[in-house]
């Protein structure tokens, strides 16, 4: 069984400060892990994705994380907010044994102040 | 490419009336997923077509719920008959193969049972 804990289900920041969202894992299986995000009435987008390859994952608008096997964490972090990264951000983990059911977790808000 | 579409984007019945949710997925993706969010919870996995048969159902919360994918190219997914329990928001996503290739979701239909 797979699970995952995002451990606040909002973060505030400030414009132009740093971004630290929190996810914990569980997995029988050499997971996959995702963050994806949702604006308001749109549909979620795939920030970044880590499958195995190196554990430091790039995704898009600056934002990246680090698969961390011995804490088994997988944060997601940005240098800088934009008052456009306003969300809700889930993180994700995927079974890679072939099977592609994606687990949740609750999600977290992230609110930018100017 | 056109993304993921979903139709209705909100839909609001009575307890006990039907009501069909429609899914059209990226054009050459066999593999189709529903996904729900009731609120407050996590976004849980209902079921995920390949093609035109169901490869896993095991997320559908009780025979209320009837997903058909005929042909293999759009899906519904029929409630009938509504309860309260059932209001959320219904996510579709659909992806190129399985064991983590992307997902690619929709906007989501909400449905708001009274």
């Known amino acids: 069984a797979q699970s995952v804990t995002q451990l606040d289900s909002h973060v505030s920041v400030s414009e132009g400060t740093p971004v630290l969202l929190r996810c914990n894992y569980s997995s029988s299986y050499s997971p996959s892990l995702f963050w994806y995000v949702q604006h308001p009435n749109k549909g979620l987008q795939l920030l970044l994705k880590?499958?195995?390859?190196?554990?430091l994952v790039k995704g898009i608008n600056g934002f990246e994380a680090e698969f961390k096997k011995s804490e088994t964490s997988f944060h997601l972090t940005k240098p800088s907010a934009h008052m456009s990264d306003a969300a809700e951000y889930f993180c994700?983990?995927?079974?890679?044994?072939?099977?592609?059911?994606?687990?949740f977790g609750k999600g977290t808000m992230l609110l930018v102040s100017p | 490419e056109a993304g993921v579409t979903q139709f209705p984007s909100h839909s609001v019945i009575e307890k006990g009336q039907t009501v069909t949710l429609r899914c059209d997925p990226i054009?050459?993706?066999?593999?189709l997923y529903w996904y729900r969010r009731v609120m407050g919870k996590e976004i849980k996995f209902l079921l995920h077509f390949v093609k035109e048969s169901k490869q896993d159902e095991s997320g559908m919360p009780n025979n209320r719920f009837l997903a058909e994918r005929t042909g293999g190219t759009y899906s519904t997914l029929k409630v009938q008959p509504a309860e309260l329990e059932d209001s959320g928001v219904y996510f579709c996503?659909?992806?190129?193969?399985?064991?983590?290739?992307?997902?690619?979701f929709g906007p989501g239909t909400r449905l708001t049972v009274t």
């Open positions: 880590y499958t195995s390859a190196a554990t």
């Open positions: 994700v983990v995927s079974d890679r044994s072939g099977y592609s059911t994606l687990t």
């Open positions: 996503a659909s992806s190129r193969g399985q064991g983590g290739y992307e997902q690619y």
């Open positions: 054009s050459g993706h066999d593999n």
